[in-house]
């Protein structure tokens, strides 16, 4: 008795088991879908963090003056009691301005040890040389940039004269420091130095002279001497500025390939140093700005005022990343380092620093998707570019062209497929025999298992040179796929009319499938001909010659055919099991009334079915939305905004499946490639839950019969 | 109104005969044709130039103005008919890359001044390098010299091929001094090692056994030896290997939970709220572009998950991480959840088949319904649920986009699976037939001399997804007549 209940309890058990099991295998699913939206939204959801001030932290002097302007990370040079003077530092070299003369030092480490800032005893500087300057300085215009092994330096004499001076500061350069001295420089003048083209620039009076500071003695550059700046600037005529008279502020935009200045009506304008124009519009500053600058490698920018206000923007983009005031700011200058890490101000007794939390600069929502005004351009844009600083530009990161792209390549497919899908579903559900039918439909779902990779290898290497050089074929087979069934109606209409002992149900498809073979050959055959009489050489050249329109040899084309095999297969699986799911009385109602067979088809077969026509049409778009392989392999993957059938595009799949295995984990690119991902995942969540609603709308009306 | 009824009258017997003709059924019936056409026509190219590829081609001694006073001796790749004021063109295949330019030439039709197929040209197929065409005049074995030239090609061929063999059993350094010299086409006499021949045979004098003989030694190669010269000659032997441990892998993560979630939706849920979104989610499953599972696979497997374990139990070996870095683990799971939704579906469809009264019986007889399910419904159901799985892999099989970014390779030489302790590498990477095409076919610097390797690999990958496909289609059909009579009795 015992046993048994024993055992009766332990089959009641594992009937519990199985039941939570089997239960919790539902839930799963759902979790699964949860947790792939979920994990998405998790890796993309920084990208909307805002633009934050993060710790100060105040470096005390140790007796040495320090100002670490153009570092990435502060430093503090010295020791307690160590002679007091102005240092100047970038991340390579420093320089000391104590008792009328400059001791400039290597600073001996490595660039990447720079992300904390922390004192460096005086002794690990090596000191390269020591310049000795001849008379007072103004200690507040001390001004240095390095590019490699080449040092600038400038300062102003209280009489209004400008030196600079340029140091070869390599292990193996001797120390050999040249002088340019320009007597009677104007006091409302700014200059600013670079090192990586040896050059100085100055913005005055409305104009940018960009002045040549050669090693050697060239012809067209000012020699290391003494100018006046009066004839000097009669000499060098300058590019005008949209600023007229004198500027506010003056200083580098992002990478240097832009200027941005400040009117005295604190407008900012942005001139394009490559192209010598301004560029974009003109936009108005928060505050009274007294300094300006831009980081190294990102498009982000700074402006300061006398207070201590900082705000920091893209300029290719309205509006502002932050907008704050820096706690704890005397009136000194204020200035972002290159890699935009945080604010640095000197100031009597200590280098204050802010730390910058601004991580993704670049991605509103209007960066994302609007035209950007990018330096040298002349207009704005809207372009996909995340590898900008490999060739030597800034990054661009527009989202437009990618789904763009998305689109064109699936809706070029779409074109190619609904006709073919449509109309194999309607003849294999309707027309054919059921024992036909069991065949044709299996084979033609075959197609929807066909690798893509494959089906994208055969567009991108076999089809695409074949269809450069039979264009006028390809352009005319919709034509021949409609038309030559039209002429077998005809003949077999013609047939009947003279003979009725003709068959009334010819053998259609054997006979379709001849005519077609023959169409092709005779086509494919006259078509080179043809097109050379035509357009008197290729028809992409003569497009090109006639229109101006470009022929890329992977283009939409291409993708509409191989796109089309790859959805045609699952549009015409839902539609036909539609069609044929139509009660048979339906029709035969129909025909009994006199209609024709495509009567009872079109007007009562059809519109019981129209939901899953509908659903068919969301499935095709949403399947070509995000197939990969094909576009990888037959779009040429650049990303243009061009709706012509013949040009290139750009994919959201395809830029994830180039790009993210070589995207660092946790940076812009790596989180605006999930974000794609997450936007191809809405769309086609979205395209196929409108489906399934439809789907379900016609289990009902079938559910009536 | 009137004017409009009798134009109506006189296009009315136009109209009837052209609705009597059928066209738009023509039509439909056209695209049928069309959707056929379509399948043979790709299954055609691949056949034909796969075969093309195993199959040897004829050598042909071109002499051309384009080459100056000697020819070019190799295999007609392709022809272009002009285009564009040009002359039609053929790709020359002439091997022997060291000592050419190029592998391949394009010699314009028309300043052809000769051609010829030499009955002793000598195609040789090696190791490393690619293929060298010409005349062999000379064997060199163990500094042995055998001079050949008195001998026929066929002679000539037999001492080669023995000599190879005898080669190939010697040490390394004894391989050294042995070499066969052969004349190109250019009049040059070059040494090359007898160890790097592959295979050597006289295409321009072989008989079709010959021929049969080295079309079925060169596809046995094929599918059993390595890739070698960065891919672009050998076999895919690693990328069959890798491919099926990752279905197989892929196969025993999402039977359990493909079978259990269908077995929730037929015979567990009630219909509420829940069973609703379940259903949901298996139908947005099915639908999500499989890239976005990469992506997934790639952020939460990799990184989050595989980061995680190597922080706890591979600390000592960071930064180089063991699972947090695509793998075949990762790329298993992924596939897993890629194809979920295709088991359930199939299952599901299974359990629905199987009649009611069936599962009543059972019920009647005092069996749970844990035992029901156990005893009766899963085994009447188990057609369904292996095609699911059929359908799985071969879903899994051809699916490529996901596989880039959670861990295929382009050339991983350690197999998955080896001798060695834990036998199934799962953080090893691996090979995979569908990303070895996508890497030929759109990273190789000369397409035209890997077209044929990669036709064949196509060929491949699509035979097996095809014969996976078929034998489902005949199962689910074989399920369906099982239960088709009981459905009358219901």
Known sequence: MNDRSATAKRRLLLDRVISLLVNAAGATIILLIVLIL???LYTTLPLTRGTAIGASQSFSHLGSTVFARYD??????????????????????????????????????????????????????????????????????????DWEETLLISYQHPQGELVVLKVQVGESAAFLPQRWRFADYPQDSFHLLDASRAELLVVGGGLLRRIELPSQDSSSAISPHEHSWQELSQRHTGAVLPVQGSAQAVGWGPRRDTLLLVDKEQFLHRFDLVRSASIGPTSPMPFPVTSIGSERQRRVSFVAGAAGEVALFVPSSSGFLLQSILPG??????????????????????????????????????SLWAPQWYEAAPRGQLEWQPDGLAIGALSKYSLTPLLFGTFKAALYGMLFAVPLAIGAAIYTGYFLSTRLRNRVKPTI?????????????????????????????????????????????????????????????????????????????????????????????????????????????????????????????????????????????????????????????????????????????????ARGLGETMIVLLATGNSPLLDPSPFSSMRTISATVAIELPEASAGGINFRLLFLSALVLFALTFLFNTIAEIYRQRLRYTYGQF | MASSRSAELKTAPLLAGARRAEPLVWASAGAVVLALLLLAAVLLLLA?????????????????????????????????????????????????????????????EDRIRSRQQPKDAFAVERADRGMVFGFIEALTVIGEQRVLS?????????????????????????????????????????DLPLADVVSVHLPNSMNRVEKLNHFAAGVWRFLSEAPRQTNVQGGVLPAIVGTV??????????????????????????????????????????????????????????????GSIDSVFFADKLPAPTLGTPGLLWAALTMAIL????????????LARVPKNLREGSLALGATRAETLWRVVLPSAAPAVLTGLILAIARATGEVAPLILVGVAKYAPGLPVSGEFPFVHFDRQFMHLGFYIYDLGFQSPQIDTVEGLVYATALLLVGIVLLLNVAAVVLRGRLREAFAGEEIFR
């Not at chain 1, 935009?340 to 100031?347: H, L, V």
């Not at chain 2, 091929?161 to 391989?175: F, P």
Request: overall charge negative; aromatic content about 10%.
């Open chain 1, 38 to 40: 979920a994990y998405l």
């Open chain 1, 72 to 145: 990435a990370a502060p430093w503090t040079l010295g020791e307690p009691g160590a002679e007091a003077g102005l240092l100047v530092s970038s991340s390579q070299v420093a320089v000391r301005l104590h008792e009328n003369q400059l001791s400039v030092f290597s600073l001996q480490v490595e660039r990447e040890s720079l992300t904390t800032p922390e004192p460096v005893p005086l002794q690990r500087a090596v000191l390269l040389g020591r310049i000795k300057l001849d008379g007072e300085v103004l200690e507040d215009t001390l001004q240095l940039d």
């Open chain 1, 329 to 366: 700011a005397s009136g000194g200058e204020i200035v972002l380092s290159d890699d935009g890490g945080r604010f640095m101000q000197s100031q009597p007794d200590a280098l204050m620093t802010w730390n910058v939390l601004n991580d993704y600069p670049e991605t509103s929502a209007r």
């Open chain 1, 445 to 621: 779902e075959l197609l929807e298992a066909f690798p893509t990779v494959v089906l994208g290898f055969i567009a991108g290497l076999w089809l695409a040179p074949l269809l450069a050089d039979y264009l006028l074929f390809v352009l005319l087979l919709p034509l021949v796929a409609f038309s030559v069934p039209l002429l077998l109606a005809a003949a077999h209409f013609t047939c009947r009319s003279i003979s009725p002992r003709f068959s009334d149900r010819p053998p259609r498809l054997v006979l379709l499938l001849i005519a077609y073979l023959l169409a092709g050959v005779v086509l494919f055959d006259a078509s080179r001909p043809l097109e050379a009489w035509l357009f008197t050489d290729s028809m992409s050249d003569w497009l090109w010659s006639e229109f101006g329109v470009h022929y890329d040899q992977r283009n939409a084309i291409l993708i509409g055919f191989a796109m089309g095999i790859a959805i045609t297969p699952s549009m015409f699986s839902i539609l036909e099991d539609a069609i044929y799911a139509v009660p048979r009385s339906l029709s035969d109602g129909s025909l009994a009334l006199g209609a024709t067979r495509w009567q009872s088809l079109a007007k009562v077969v059809l519109p019981a079915a129209s939901p899953a026509l509908l659903s068919a049409l969301l499935i095709g778009v």
């Open chain 2, 48 to 108: 034909s130039n796969s075969f093309r590829y195993f199959w040897p081609q004829p050598l042909v001694y071109l002499e051309s103005d384009q080459l100056g006073p000697s020819g070019s001796l190799g295999i007609v790749l392709g022809r272009d008919t002009g285009r564009r004021a040009q002359n039609a063109q053929l790709l020359l295949l002439r091997g022997a890359e060291e000592f050419f330019q190029s592998p391949i030439i394009w010699l314009d």
């Open chain 2, 150 to 190: 008195n001998g026929s090609p066929s002679q000539v061929l037999n001492a080669v091929q023995n000599a190879r063999e005898e080669v190939s059993r010697l040490s390394i350094e004894t391989r050294e001094a042995s070499f066969y010299s052969i004349r190109l086409a250019n009049g040059q006499l070059v």
């Open chain 2, 245 to 306: 441990t990752l279905v197989l892998l892929m196969a025993i993560i999402v039977a359990p939970l493909g079978v259990l979630a269908a077995v929730y939706l037929s015979e567990y849920a009630q219909s509420g709220i829940l069973t609703r979104l379940v259903r949901i989610a298996v139908n947005n499953l099915a639908g999500v572009p499989s890239i976005v599972y990469g992506v997934f696979g790639l952020g939460f497997f990799v990184y989050a998950v595989g």
């Open chain 2, 339 to 350: 194809t979920l939704p295709v088991v359930i579906v199939a299952t599901e469809e299974g």
